[in-house]
């Protein structure tokens, strides 16, 4: 299972730092807050899961 830090400075607040987690032919993205996005076999889908994950967080 690799994992790749996938978040952009100033995009996220502390509680919410995302990563990609590939499990054989599926990726997912998780948060540090317990989130976890659906399993997608393109990585860039989940690395837009969780981009909205923390852009459609309350301010």
């Known amino acids: 299972m690799a994992q790749q830090d996938r978040t952009e400075p100033g995009r996220e607040t502390p509680e919410h730092r995302t990563s990609t987690v ?11 807050c317990g989130w976890r ?12 899961d969780a981009e ?8």
């Open 52 to 59: 909205s994950h923390t852009t459609l967080l309350p301010t």
């Open 22 to 32: 590939e499990n054989g032919r599926f990726c997912t993205a998780h948060c540090t």
């Open 37 to 48: 996005g659906p399993a997608r076999r393109a990585r860039s889908t989940a690395r837009t």
